[in-house]
C-alpha cells in the first residue's frame, strides 16, 4: 500500500497523487491572490498554499479535481502543511480515479444498517418507531453514504451512518445505567438528530454545503421533516413535538446552533452523546497521527489545542 499524506513527517519529500477537497481564494500582504488547497486521500487531509495565482486557476484547483503534487512536508503554527514544488493534474493516462482517495468508514455500509435496523426493532413506541423508520427509509441511500460534516469530525465517506451507529451504542450503555431515560425517545434522537444533513451537505465527495444547507441548516429542515413524516403516517402526538424538540436542542446551545436549549431529560442525553462521540472522533484521528511522546497538531474545534500522548501508549 502506497504512503499516505498523513504518513509523512516534516521535512519528508512528497511525490502523489492528491484530490482536492476544497479550494479558497485569498490576497496576500502584498496583494496577490493565493489559494489554499486542501488535499485529501484515504489517511485524511493536508493543507497546502498556491501563490501567485491567476483568475482561471480558481476554477482550475475546483474541489474533487485530482493533481500530481511535488512538495515537502512542513510544521507551520502547530499544524501540518505541504509546500507544493510542481502540480499538473492528473491525466488519463496514470489511472486514477475519486474513489482511491477517499477516507471511508471502518465499518461497511451493511453492518451499519443492521445494527441501526435492530435498534429501530427494539423500540416499543410505535408512533417513534413508525416516524424514525418512515425516514431513516426516505433518506436511506444519502445516509449511508454522506460524511456528517465538511470538517472537524466523521468528514469522511458513511461518516453520518458511522457516527449514528457509535451514539446509539453509547444511548444502549447510558441507559443501561439510566433506567429512567425513554429508550426508544433517545434512540431516535440519535438516528434523526443529523439526518437533515442529506440536504445540507453536497455529497460525499468535496462535501460542501448547498443552498438549503446555507439558508435553513440541518436542524429546521429536519424539524419539517419530522413534521412531514408524521402527516404523511397520520400520526398526532405528544411524541412528534418532542421528537423534534429533540433535534432542535441537540447542539446544546444557542451560540452553537440550538435554536432551543434541552429541556427534556432525553434531549438532554442527547446533547451530551452527540458532543462526546464527535470529540472523541477528533481526538483519536489527531493522535493516530502522531507517535507516543508527541503533541497532535491544534485542534480547532477543541479550543485550538494540542493534545499529547503519553509516551507509554502503544
Do not use: C
Not at 410505535?126 to 416516524?131: D, E
Not at 431515560?181 to 433517545?186: A, F, N, R, V
Not at 446551545?253 to 464527535?278: C, Q, R, T
Request: charged share 25%.
Amino acid at each position: 500500500m502506497s504512503k499516505g499524506i498523513l504518513d509523512y513527517g516534516v521535512g519528508e519529500q512528497v511525490d502523489k497523487f492528491l484530490l482536492i477537497k476544497n479550494s479558497t481564494k485569498g490576497i496576500a500582504s502584498n496583494g496577490k491572490p493565493f489559494l489554499t488547497l486542501i488535499f485529501q486521500d484515504q489517511s485524511g487531509e493536508i493543507e497546502a498554499k498556491l501563490w501567485d495565482v491567476s483568475d482561471s486557476d480558481e476554477s482550475n484547483y475546483s474541489p474533487g479535481s485530482i493533481f500530481k503534487v511535488l512538495g515537502d512536508i512542513h510544521n507551520y503554527r502547530g499544524r501540518m502543511q505541504l509546500k507544493i514544488r510542481q502540480i499538473r493534474v492528473a491525466l488519463e493516462t496514470d489511472s486514477v480515479k475519486v474513489s482511491d482517495f477517499l477516507e471511508t468508514a471502518p465499518i461497511g455500509k451493511d453492518e451499519m444498517s443492521s445494527k441501526i435496523t435492530q435498534y429501530i426493532f427494539e423500540m416499543t413506541n410505535p408512533n417513534i418507531q413508525r416516524i424514525t423508520r418512515h425516514l431513516l427509509k426516505k433518506h436511506q441511500n444519502e445516509f449511508f453514504d454522506f460524511p456528517a460534516a465538511t470538517k472537524n469530525h466523521h468528514e469522511f465517506v458513511s461518516g453520518l451512518a458511522y457516527h449514528v451507529v457509535s451514539m446509539l451504542d453509547l444511548a444502549k450503555n447510558i441507559s443501561s445505567l439510566y433506567p429512567s431515560l425513554d429508550k426508544d425517545l433517545l434512540y431516535a434522537g440519535v438516528i434523526l438528530h443529523d439526518l437533515g444533513k442529506v440536504y445540507e451537505l453536497s455529497g460525499s465527495v468535496a462535501a460542501s454545503y448547498t443552498i438549503e444547507g446555507n439558508l435553513l441548516g440541518h436542524i429546521s429542515i429536519m424539524v419539517n421533516e419530522i413534521g412531514k413524516a408524521a402527516n404523511e403516517l397520520g400520526i398526532s402526538g405528544e411524541e412528534v413535538m418532542i421528537l423534534q424538540h429533540l433535534v432542535l436542542s441537540h447542539h446544546g446551545k444557542a451560540e452553537w446552533g440550538s435554536p432551543k436549549p434541552p429541556m427534556v431529560k432525553e434531549a438532554e442525553i442527547l446533547h451530551y452523546i452527540d458532543n462526546l462521540d464527535a470529540k472523541m472522533n477528533m481526538l483519536d484521528r489527531a493522535l493516530n497521527r502522531v507517535e507516543p511522546g508527541e503533541y497532535t497538531e491544534r485542534i480547532f474545534a477543541l479550543d485550538n489545542r494540542s493534545f499529547y500522548k503519553p509516551s507509554f501508549h502503544k
